[in-house]
């Protein structure tokens, strides 16, 4: 039986890094063993989409990890992506070029960055995205001007501010919430131990930030997708309403099946697919 309008399958991918042609290679591999049609894909940040070095200079990070990737192809339509892809920013982007657009825009065929905060609606599903990491020292100072790229340091742009939170806060309500970074106080009891001594998460305490979990609970989403640790793990969040957000947090691409995410959309809600499976990186 055909899938009715309303019931659909979508993808939520990890970190790429620049990875596009693994990505796609990867969902299409997905698409095929699954004979299972993908309506769009929504991904969590680090996207990069690097179209040349210019744009490469302007990303924060260490130089050993400054790699050009597969973005040019798709931005120059030698390649191009076969779903909408729709994402947000993380703390490595081109922030020479995206904070261009930071209310968002297309920027290639099929790929559509969401800004520093930002709604769209594929297929009717109501996704709200807020880029960025949390960063104490920068969170209520305004975004740097692109003026000001190479006089002061890439992590300036990487941060969300107050104000990314409030205009967050004032959007009443999602069905999917993307953030790069995950919301605070999601580790369930018996998993604590596996985030101890972590690069990025010494402790179970130390995972996650506050205004990532503060915008989940005021728009209650379904699904709230993140990235950022490279690690995957599923918890949930129970509102004061009655209501649970599912938190799927998602590895990077060049780690595999635990970078992805399909998701089944109905009349009644959203469900992960675990039946169907993630075919392994061929």
């Keep these: 039986m055909a899938p009715r309008p309303d019931d659909f399958y979508f993808a939520a991918v990890g970190d790429v890094h620049g990875r596009m042609n693994r990505m796609v290679s990867f969902l299409q591999s997905w698409t095929k063993n699954a004979h299972r049609e993908l309506a769009f894909v929504l991904q969590v ?6 179209r040349d070095d210019a744009d490469l200079a302007t990303m924060a990070a260490p130089a050993r990890y400054k790699h050009l990737g597969d973005f040019g192809d798709y931005h120059q339509n ?48 109501r996704v709200v995205g807020v880029s960025g990491i949390h960063d104490e ?14 006089s002061v340091s890439p992590k300036d742009f990487t941060c969300f501010n107050e104000e990314d939170i409030d205009r967050a806060l004032g959007l009443e309500r999602a069905d999917v919430l993307l953030v790069h970074d995950w919301p605070s106080g999601i ?96």
């Design 45 to 50: 940040g680090d996207f990069e989409p690097h």
């Design 187 to 282: 580790i369930a009891t018996e998993d604590r131990e596996d985030f101890a001594h972590q690069r990025r998460s010494p402790s179970a305490e130390a995972v996650g930030n506050d205004y990532a979990r503060l915008v989940a609970e005021a728009l209650q989403p379904s699904l709230v997708l993140c990235g950022h640790l490279h690690k995957r793990y599923r918890g949930t969040l129970a509102h004061a309403s009655g209501r649970v957000s599912q938190v799927c947090c998602l590895a990077s691409v060049e780690q595999g099946a635990d970078a992805f995410a399909v998701f089944h959309a109905t009349p009644t809600g959203l469900q992960e697919v675990t039946a169907l499976g993630v075919p392994e990186q061929g």
């Design 78 to 125: 030698r390649r191009r992506f076969p779903w909408p892809v729709y994402f947000i920013g993380g703390n490595h982007e081109p922030h020479g070029h995206l904070d261009a657009t930071p209310e968002g825009a297309l920027i290639a065929t099929n790929c559509r960055y969401v800004g520093r905060v930002g709604v769209v609606d594929p297929r009717g599903l």
């Design 137 to 150: 020292g920068g969170f209520q100072k305004p975004h740097p001007p692109l003026s000001l790229l190479g």
